[in-house]
């Protein structure tokens, strides 16, 4: 009988998608470049207020992401360093981590209330002109955040509770699927909602250190004109909506399941990597095609290019702290090649 391998390419995969967890939580947490964006981007005192409370709510959240990620880097080196771990261990480690990860997204509660009141009680409207709201921040902010931070505690808590070495694996199993849905609608919400509010603005402007600069594309045609945003806006209102519904699918066909040998692995590899691909692709899209041309003066508007930075540039890239899936392939691929075993 062949000897059994304990370092296999799944293993290694889980430590490395564990390391980019926990160093993209470490590099925002520190990064603290929000530290007084209320001050430039408030427009009023109560518009100042929020954005105050959203990010401090936000930043609380991460710091428990944090301490997930400390716990989750700790026990699988330590897992690596001895060749195992205890049953009892592993369930107590991966609780503590669920529940720590589902107090994160808790945080965004309060950016989701911001973001779904009209404009004169979230600081940017006249109060009167009327009750108005702001559809950019509606699907951007309001919609996207409140669905996470209650669906996605949700499904989290409940499958921590369902974690325990006494209790048969079912629950395990059905509330681990659930919360792989919540997180895939997040993400196609959430990305679809910022690529949405691209297309329907008016040509943007910003407003820099020095000078006011326009964006020469809007709409549309920002879209069209490059082949790589083609495929981006496509695979994030449709690509990743397909991937949700098919794993609202398999979940439902595999709701019964009372052990991992009875679930079809391959398929869980196929949508974990289709979900990872997605975050990997556009980064890379960005390395390969992006421009450093990112802003084109207004007063000097006869030396507008290819200028291809805009506000999906601006969350994708710069605000995006899941963006450490793009390590995901890396466990996808070994479960999508991977015989049926225990």
Request: aromatic share 16%; hydrophobic share 55%.
């Amino acid at each position: 009988m062949a000897e059994h391998k304990f370092y296999s390419p799944l293993k290694i995969g889980l430590l490395i998608v564990t390391l980019a967890y926990f160093l993209f939580t470490f590099h925002a947490m520190f990064t603290l470049a929000w530290i007084g964006e209320w001050e430039y981007l408030g427009g009023s005192a109560l518009g100042a207020f929020w954005i105050f409370v959203t990010d401090i709510a936000a930043s609380v959240g991460l710091v428990f992401r944090l301490i997930a990620g400390i716990i989750a880097v700790s026990a699988i080196i330590f897992y690596f360093a001895k060749k195992g771990i205890s049953k009892p261990t592993a369930f107590k480690v991966l609780r503590w981590i669920l529940v720590l990860e589902a107090i994160y997204w808790l945080g965004l509660l309060v950016s989701g209330v911001w973001g779904v009141l009209p404009v004169q009680l979230g600081g940017f409207g006249n109060m009167e002109a009327g009750l108005q709201f702001n559809f950019g921040l509606l699907i951007t902010t309001g919609i996207p955040c409140l669905v996470a931070s209650i669906g996605i505690p949700i499904a989290l808590f409940k499958l921590a509770s369902e974690l325990k070495p006494n209790k048969p694996l079912k629950g395990v199993i059905k509330w681990g699927l659930i919360a792989g849905i919540v997180y895939i609608f997040v993400f196609w919400l959430n990305n679809t909602g910022v690529w949405l509010s691209i297309v329907t603005s008016p040509t943007a402007y910003y407003i820099g250190a020095e000078n006011s600069v326009l964006y020469p594309y809007s709409g549309i045609e920002y879209v069209t004109r490059y082949p790589d945003h083609i495929l981006s806006f496509g695979y994030t209102t449709i690509g990743l909506l397909v991937v949700a519904l098919y794993a609202a699918y398999f979940t439902k066909k595999s709701l019964g399941s009372e052990s991992w040998r009875k679930l079809d692995l391959r398929k869980i590899g196929a949508i974990t990597t289709a979900v990872g691909l997605y975050f990997l692709l556009i980064y890379f899209m960005w390395l390969a095609m992006g421009t450093d041309n990112k802003l084109v003066l207004i007063q000097n508007a006869s030396q507008v290019g290819d200028v291809k930075w805009s506000g999906w540039y601006s969350w994708f890239l710069g605000h995006n702290l899941d963006l450490w899936l793009l390590s995901l392939p890396l466990v996808g691929l070994p479960l999508l090649f991977k015989r049926q075993t225990s």
